[in-house]
C-alpha cells in the first residue's frame, strides 16, 4: 500500500459518518459579498491601481501608446539591458529598441538560458485596483510563466482603462481558470525568521508597470 492509499484511506474513515450533501456548488457557499468597494469611475480606478502597484513597490510610468517604444526603450537603456526576453506576440513597434538583443521565447528554452536575459517585456490579461495585482494568463503578448518568473527585470504593459478591474471579482469574470494564471502583487519578496525582506527570490527582483492609453488597437 502507497503512501498516497494511505491518506486517503484515513481521509474516508474520518468522514464515515459524515452525510451526504448533495447541495449543488454554486448553491454550497453564500456568495453575497459585495463585488466591489465603493463606485469609482474608470480614472479613478486607474489612480487606485498605480497608488497600490507603487504601495507593492512595482515602479509605475505612464503613456501615451505612440510614446510607448520609446519609454520602453529608455526604461532598457537606463536598466543596462541587452539581452531582452519576448514572448511571441508582443506588438512588433514594442521591440524598436536599438542595441538590443530581443530573444524569441522556445519551448526548448531551458532555465539557465532564460536566467542569462536581463529583462522581459510583456502584456498582461487584467489588473485589479484594489489589490494592486497584475493577472497574466499566457496569452501570445505574455507568454509563457517561466518567462516573467526567471528573469530579474519585468516591464508589464497594461493597456488602461480596458484592462483595468476594481476588485477580484471583476477580474475572475474576465478570466478562464482553465488557463495558466500568474497573479503579481509587485516585485517577488519574501522574509527570512528574522523578518528581513528579500527580493528576487521567486520571480523578478523589479517590477516596472506601464499604464498605457491611447489606440488599443494591438493585440
Avoid at 36 to 49: A, M, W
Avoid at 64 to 82: N, Q
Avoid at 180 to 191: E, F, K, R, V
Wanted: net charge negative.
Amino acid at each position: 500500500m502507497s503512501s498516497r492509499d494511505r491518506v486517503l484511506g484515513r481521509v474516508r474513515r474520518a468522514l464515515a459518518d459524515v452525510p451526504e450533501d448533495d447541495t449543488p456548488y454554486a448553491q454550497a457557499v453564500v456568495r453575497d459579498y459585495l463585488r466591489r468597494h465603493g463606485e469609482r469611475d474608470p480614472e479613478d480606478t486607474v489612480e487606485l491601481l498605480a497608488e497600490n502597484l507603487v504601495d507593492y513597490r512595482a515602479v509605475v510610468h505612464r503613456a501615451d501608446a505612440g510614446d510607448l517604444p520609446l519609454l520602453i526603450t529608455r526604461l532598457l537603456e537606463a536598466r543596462g539591458s541587452g539581452k531582452v526576453l519576448v514572448p511571441p506576440g508582443l506588438p512588433p513597434e514594442w521591440t524598436s529598441a536599438p542595441d538590443t538583443h530581443w530573444v524569441q521565447d522556445h519551448t526548448v528554452s531551458t532555465p539557465e538560458e532564460l536566467d542569462r536575459v536581463d529583462s522581459v517585456v510583456t502584456g498582461c490579461a487584467v489588473a485589479i485596483a484594489e489589490t494592486g495585482t497584475i493577472v497574466l494568463d499566457g496569452s501570445p503578448d505574455q507568454g509563457r510563466r517561466r518567462i516573467t518568473l526567471i528573469p530579474d527585470h519585468h516591464i508589464c504593459v497594461v493597456r488602461v482603462p480596458d484592462q483595468v478591474v476594481s476588485s477580484v471579482p471583476e477580474a475572475l469574470e474576465r478570466l478562464d481558470p482553465a488557463r495558466p494564471l500568474t497573479w503579481i502583487s509587485g516585485p517577488s519578496a519574501t522574509s527570512d525568521i528574522e523578518l528581513n525582506r528579500v527580493e528576487g527570490v521567486h520571480g523578478p527582483r523589479t517590477l516596472e508597470v506601464v499604464l498605457v492609453s491611447g489606440d488599443h488597437s494591438s493585440p
